[in-house]
């Protein structure tokens, strides 16, 4: 198993300003992932962090408003950047050994932005 | 386009009783299926991960079910608690995008004293 810890866990801020989210593993991971959770729905995929190299990012999701960084197969960061009231949501990350393995989550980033 | 319903969104029951939870899915062809749970202002634990060679993966008082061909798994719970009381989602990864998982919207639990 792998314990992964997320930081801030909650965080209030103002329009056109950019926030980052840290995740540390425990342990060494083979794949991560950023997730975002708006109320009442499911989590959505962000991107893929990929160790050393560019993220992979899913339909509707910008590498300029999102920039994320994996310098090490334990550590990852999201930016959401130039930030509007419609970021406001639950940003997750994620790690694991591959997809026949459970993945484990951080506890989660509140992000209100007024 | 793979999309993983959650029947029903919540659900209300008192302590004691055994309950069903049902997630499906559009597309049969997925790599396996994880039922997950939540609890309110925290991430997600990974409760049972079944392949999609296997019928059921039990853990405890958690019982989780696989009908590839149908497109759909239950989550069986035993004996509930109210520490069962949460959000329980299912997710689907899918074998052709090998770093992508589908998720649910959850079945929001609340287990009467």
């Known amino acids: 198993s792998a314990v992964i810890s997320q930081k801030p866990s909650r965080d209030i801020c103002q329009r056109g300003t950019s926030l980052t989210i840290q995740c540390q593993v425990d342990?060494?991971?083979?794949?991560m992932f950023w997730y975002r959770q708006q109320p009442g729905q499911s989590l959505t995929l962000i991107a893929t962090?990929?160790?050393?190299?560019?993220?992979?990012?899913e339909s509707g999701f910008v590498i300029d408003k999102f920039p994320i960084s994996r310098p090490n197969l334990t550590f990852s960061t999201l930016t959401v950047s130039n930030m509007s009231p419609e970021d406001s949501s639950i940003y997750l990350c994620?790690?694991?050994?591959?997809?026949?393995?459970?993945?484990?989550f951080g506890s989660g980033t509140q992000l209100s932005v007024l | 386009k793979q999309e993983v319903t959650q029947i029903p969104a919540a659900l209300s029951v008192p302590e004691g009783e055994n309950l069903v939870l049902n997630c499906s899915f559009t597309?049969?062809?997925?790599?396996?299926l994880q039922w997950f749970r939540q609890d309110p202002g925290k991430g997600l634990t990974s409760l049972l991960l079944?392949?999609?060679?296997?019928r059921e993966q039990t853990s405890g008082r958690l019982n989780a079910s696989l009908d590839k061909s149908s497109g759909r798994s239950t989550l069986y719970i035993a004996a509930s608690q109210p520490g069962d009381s949460a959000t329980y989602l299912c997710?689907?990864?899918?074998?052709?995008?090998?770093?992508?998982?589908?998720f649910g919207k959850g079945t929001r639990l609340h287990i009467l004293p």
């Open positions: 994620s790690g694991g050994q591959g997809l026949d393995e459970k993945l484990f």
């Open positions: 342990s060494q991971v083979t794949m």
């Open positions: 962090a990929n160790q050393g190299s560019e993220a992979t990012y």
């Open positions: 597309d049969s062809a997925i790599y396996n």
């Open positions: 079944i392949q999609s060679s296997q």
């Open positions: 997710a689907v990864a899918l074998p052709y995008r090998d770093d992508k998982i589908i």
